[in-house]
């Protein structure tokens, strides 16, 4: 048995200049693990407790040291020395000595730093791959492979130049092919993008996932680049690729209406809808993410009975990976698909049971980075042995971003190569 000899953790720096957690769990076997964790700006207001130090005289208040000192304190001080049965032992017992429902004691943040650190250890102590390691935390009997990606190729929104309401512009190679090829689809579009924004004069700096945050003027100028781009990678639209939006809709909610450039008046939930049929008979989504706010549900179920059958509608900001929240949203048949950020649960054993639970309605996996990434893989190794429908890890360019792309390209090659 597994026992924690060291366990200690540090301040590094997201994508973003601002700090986060590293934490590293050494097990007396001289196995280890180290994990960092993400942080995101588009937040839903559900998500649990993410602690920052709010002290002014530091990364504008947004260091972590006090997260830092949990773990090096009360949690080592409990953990270090102990015999580990299981991750879910280990979680547990975090979570107790948090103590509170939103983790506002730790921070979700300290809590999701150490269980994915502590998972990578023993993965290694068990010699298996994390993902398959994850597999088996998930009791994921099916043959594994790789998610499909999607790709966000323009930023708008929170993540954006300013000018784009909705947030993620996203292409989605055909998810019945190998992962190589996706990889390559979605290069080669990014790269014919950015000489179409070029030719149109609007800027190509990127935004916060690794998409271009153009000057576009509306949400359809986008779209028409995404099906330029695709037409000039000679790919097909509808077999080749798909086209998908994260909508983040909480970002352009006034007063209850939604308010978007496209359109000279504000939109009440029934005409919002309206207005993403007509959307989506135009460019055949397929993926359809917070098209509404999170808290208008009877807005999603009312969306989910319209394009249910013909879109896949992702809950994110709605859901914030949280039970209760899965639960309403399976009883008023509010979604088809759940995007999972781990660090909106907390721990590695919490997002595996709303996983189990999404599952058992029969919706789509999406596991999630988050718009403030470090260059940790773990969320590519997660998604593959929980058996996620889709990854979502932005743009295939920025380090951050593509070092989870280039791990599904390791962990192909190790499945093609020795698929048990
Ligand atoms: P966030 O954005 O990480 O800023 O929340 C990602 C998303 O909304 O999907
Ligand atoms: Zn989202």
Redesign the pocket.
């Known amino acids: 048995m597994a026992k924690l000899d060291r366990l200690y953790a540090h301040e590094i720096l997201d994508s973003r200049a601002t700090p986060t957690i590293e934490v590293v769990a050494i097990l007396d076997s001289g196995d280890y693990g180290v994990s960092s964790v993400?942080?995101?700006?588009?937040?839903?207001s559900h998500e649990a407790h993410e602690l920052r130090d709010n002290d002014p005289n530091r990364y504008l208040g947004r260091g972590v040291l006090n997260a830092v000192a949990h773990v090096n304190g009360d949690i080592a001080g409990v953990l270090v020395g102990k015999n580990i049965d299981s991750i879910a032992q280990v979680d547990q017992q975090l979570l107790t000595l948090d103590g509170t429902i939103d983790k506002s004691h730790f921070g979700a943040n300290t809590l999701l730093g150490v269980s994915m650190a502590v998972t990578k250890a023993l993965a290694a102590a068990a010699k298996v791959p994390l993902y398959r390691y994850v597999a088996h935390l998930a009791t994921n009997t099916q043959p594994l492979f790789i998610p499909a990606p999607l790709f966000n190729m323009i930023n708008g929104g929170?993540?954006g130049a300013g000018n784009l309401d909705f947030?993620?512009f996203i292409v989605i190679p055909n998810p019945h092919q190998p992962f190589t090829i996706s990889l390559e689809t979605g290069a080669v579009i990014y790269q014919n993008i950015k000489k179409i924004l070029s030719r149109r004069g609007a800027i190509h700096s990127v935004g916060?996932?690794g998409g271009f945050a153009p000057n576009l003027f509306t949400n359809l100028d986008a779209l028409e680049v995404l099906q330029e781009g695709i037409a000039e990678s000679n790919r097909k639209p509808g077999i080749d690729v798909e086209l998908g939006l994260?909508i983040?809709a909480n970002s352009f909610l006034k007063d209850g209406r939604y308010v978007i450039k496209d359109r000279s008046s504000p939109m009440d939930t029934a005409e919002f809808i309206d207005y993403l049929r007509d959307l989506n008979n135009q460019y055949h989504l397929r993926l359809l993410?917070?098209a509404l706010s999170e808290d208008d549900w009877r807005g999603w179920a009312a969306l989910t009975a319209e394009l249910g059958s013909v879109t896949t509608i992702a809950g994110?900001?709605l859901l914030v990976t949280n039970p209760e929240k899965v639960k309403k949203a399976i009883a008023e048949k509010a979604c088809t698909a759940a995007?999972i950020?781990l660090n909106e649960a907390g721990t590695v054993t919490e997002n595996i049971a709303v996983i189990n639970q999404v599952r058992s309605a029969g919706w789509k996996i999406i596991i999630?980075?988050?718009?403030?990434e470090t260059n940790d893989t773990f969320i590519a190794d997660f998604a593959v042995g929980v058996g996620a429908d889709y990854a979502?890890f932005g743009a295939p360019a920025r380090g951050e971003r593509v070092a989870k792309y280039n791990r599904f390209l390791s962990i192909e090659t190790e499945l093609t190569q020795s698929p048990k």
């Open positions: 993400p942080s995101g700006s588009s937040t839903g929170k993540h947030q993620e916060d996932e994260d983040a993410e917070d994110d900001d995007v950020k999630s980075h988050r718009s403030g979502k």
